[in-house]
């Protein structure tokens, strides 16, 4: 592995590096930084863990001028991400007089004139907020050398291609430009070819798909009885801190319930949420006042806490690469780390081709434990607490009267047996999960 100073890289950003221990380029470093110190443009295929923010950070301050106006920017498709970008950027910076400021949405925008009245060269930002400093005239980019788009296919799911055509065009033509994404969907790769000129592309080796480091498993199991493991695995959990990563913000605040009231110090992260206790969770957890995070993808997307040490996909994600971007944030910068992903009935499917494309054996713990697989009827497909029944005629369960008769279905208060009754002639499903 090729080392920073190799690289070429100045000694002031070597002092801020060697302080963090970083001494030797991770391949997306040592293939990026050349290509963007020669003002080439690169569009970066990676997922999270592979270091990639340092191949951006890097190069920008090895060209950026202090106290000469903001001449990098980096857009991120979220706050948490932005934030650990600003971070990251001024341990790096710490040696170089070079100062970063973040903008997003939520934070009050006295604090944010404040700091830009303070001078900055970077501004690492989400795209509707830098918008609205843009049309306030609080932020010029006319002086912008380099601009980098980080997760770009998460931005471009989140609705926020316009807005990026619309910052970009506030920016000079001749820079240096950078696209780093997980994936390579056509709204990315037309963006790419509208905005970057000649870019070397360096794309993610399959190799990688193993996220060396990570100890893989999975469990098979029926939705209802998910929680159940999960309180088991974070138990056993001695080496660090526990990420659990749910599909939906019901779900994030039913399990982060559900473990408090079993006596986990935890904290939540979800879309709903308020921008305030959104950070005061992540201060807690990065302190290691919290042992456990349960978060959905897109809000989890910026956190990067060394002592993760347990991974567990509570609920198995829609897209392939997105288990590479949640189980990466275990096994941080060449560390150890486990991930467990617990695969209900209807999940089989999407998880098998999760399983195609990792490049590392899994650990089955369904033959490990002695837990047999027992698919229900195709016509009773599990999903999330109850079976949705894909029939049309009516199917009892051995508990009801085939009759249908109200005093056998329903007890005393007007609860249906299996399903709760609400009163006003619906049925309301149980929380099994």
Not at 26 to 55: C, Y
Not at 107 to 127: H, K, N, W
Not at 267 to 281: C, F, L, W
Not at 414 to 426: D, P, S
């Amino acid at each position: 592995m090729t080392t920073f100073e190799e690289l070429g890289i100045k000694k002031p950003i070597l002092e801020g590096l060697e302080e963090m221990s970083f001494k030797k380029a991770f391949p997306i470093q040592e293939a990026a930084i050349p290509v963007l110190l020669s003002g080439n443009d690169v569009i970066g295929q990676a997922h999270t863990g592979t270091g990639k923010t340092a191949a951006f950070a890097l190069s920008i301050l090895q060209n950026v001028t202090p106290k000469n106006g903001i001449q990098g920017l980096i857009l991120a498709p979220t706050r948490e991400l932005a934030i650990q970008i600003t971070n990251e950027m001024r341990k790096f910076a710490k040696y170089t007089g070079i100062k970063a400021a973040t903008i997003y949405g939520g934070q009050g925008m006295q604090i944010q004139f404040d700091a830009l009245r303070g001078g900055v060269e970077i501004v690492v930002a989400t795209p509707g907020r830098l918008i609205d400093h843009i049309k306030r005239g609080s932020i010029k980019l006319d002086k912008v050398k380099y601009a980098v788009l980080d997760e770009a296919d998460t931005m471009l799911d989140m609705g926020f291609i316009d807005d990026i055509k619309f910052i970009l065009g506030r920016t000079p033509k001749e820079k240096v430009m950078s696209v780093f994404s997980a994936t390579m969907p056509p709204g990315i790769v037309h963006l790419c070819e509208q905005y970057l000129r000649r870019p070397k592309e360096i794309l993610l080796d399959e190799d990688e798909l193993s996220i060396e480091g990570i100890d893989q498993s999975f469990l098979t199991i029926r939705d209802r009885d998910k929680s159940k493991y999960l309180i088991d695995f974070i138990t056993e959990n001695k080496q660090g801190q526990t990420i659990v990563f749910c599909s939906t913000k019901q779900r994030t605040r039913l399990m982060a319930s559900i473990l408090y009231r079993r006596n986990f110090n935890v904290v939540a992260i979800e879309g709903d949420m308020s921008q305030h206790k959104r950070e005061k969770s992540m201060s807690r957890f990065k302190r290691g006042l919290a042992d456990v995070l349960v978060a959905t993808d897109v809000a989890a997307r910026g956190i990067d806490v060394p002592e993760v040490a347990l991974v567990i996909n509570f609920d198995v994600p829609r897209q392939e690469l997105i288990y590479f971007h949640r189980i990466g944030r275990t096994a941080r910068a060449g560390g150890k780390g486990k991930a467990i992903t617990l695969v209900s009935y209807s999940s089989i499917g999407i998880f098998e081709q999760i399983r195609k494309i990792t490049k590392v054996e899994m650990t089955d713990l369904n033959k490990k434990m002695g837990i047999e697989i027992n698919v229900p009827d195709p016509l009773k497909i599990e999903e999330g607490p109850r079976f949705v029944r894909h029939t049309s005629k009516p199917r009892y369960s051995s508990k009801f009267s085939r009759s249908g008769s109200t005093s056998s279905r329903f007890g005393r208060e007007g609860r249906f047996r299996g399903r709760r009754y609400n009163g006003k002639g619906q049925h309301r499903p149980r929380n099994n999960w």
